[in-house]
């Protein structure tokens, strides 16, 4: 046989496996790989909060929202001093229990907002910290960041409770 021969063909055969190898990775594939970096990015966001609150650091945990949030909320940094003076602490942990997510793509844009939101326990007490968090908006790069952060205690929680939300007013909201 030919050498020019067997190596187009050995390439031909290499050109191929790379087409069928490097496909799109499936919905199911892409999805587990955002909700892993997702879950990494909120933990670490969570505990940069947690570490600021420890710290009764206002600035620092102002710094983690958004330009966005931070022009449009309304008195953002008493909010922050009314967290800390409730923030009771999480000598017993926390939980990650929801991680959802959220991906909106309108008019050639992307939006994607991740709403993480922890079970913290302090001396026995179980709490519940949300977060909204834009993680990309193509429209309006100002809004990436944290949006809204809500805590809220059990004795807060009622009957048809709702969350908020990016359509809600961006802030800091205590629930006792």
């Not at 710094?63 to 949030?69: G, H, V």
């Not at 793509?105 to 939006?111: C, F, I, L, N």
């Amino acid at each position: 046989m030919n050498k020019k021969y067997i190596f187009l063909v050995g390439m031909s055969w290499i050109l191929l496996g790379n087409i069928v190898g490097c496909g799109q990775a499936t919905r199911g594939q892409t999805i587990e790989k955002q909700y892993d970096s997702d879950q990494e990015y909120a933990t670490e966001l969570f505990e940069e909060v947690v570490e600021a609150l420890e710290s009764e650091d206002g600035e620092a945990i102002k710094e983690l929202f958004s330009p966005y949030a931070i022009e449009n909320s309304e008195n953002l940094d008493e909010k922050i001093e009314e967290l800390i003076e409730f923030y009771p602490g999480c000598n017993g942990g926390y939980e990650m229990v929801v991680p959802t997510h959220e991906s909106i793509e309108q008019y050639g844009s992307k939006e994607y907002i991740i709403y993480p939101k922890y079970h913290v326990t302090n001396d026995g007490e179980l709490y519940d910290l949300r977060l909204t968090v834009y993680i990309e908006n193509e429209a309006e790069s100002q809004k990436e960041g944290i949006y809204s952060m809500q805590v809220m205690t059990n004795e807060a929680w009622t009957e048809g409770f709702k969350w908020r939300n990016e359509e809600d007013a961006p802030g800091v909201y205590v629930l006792e």
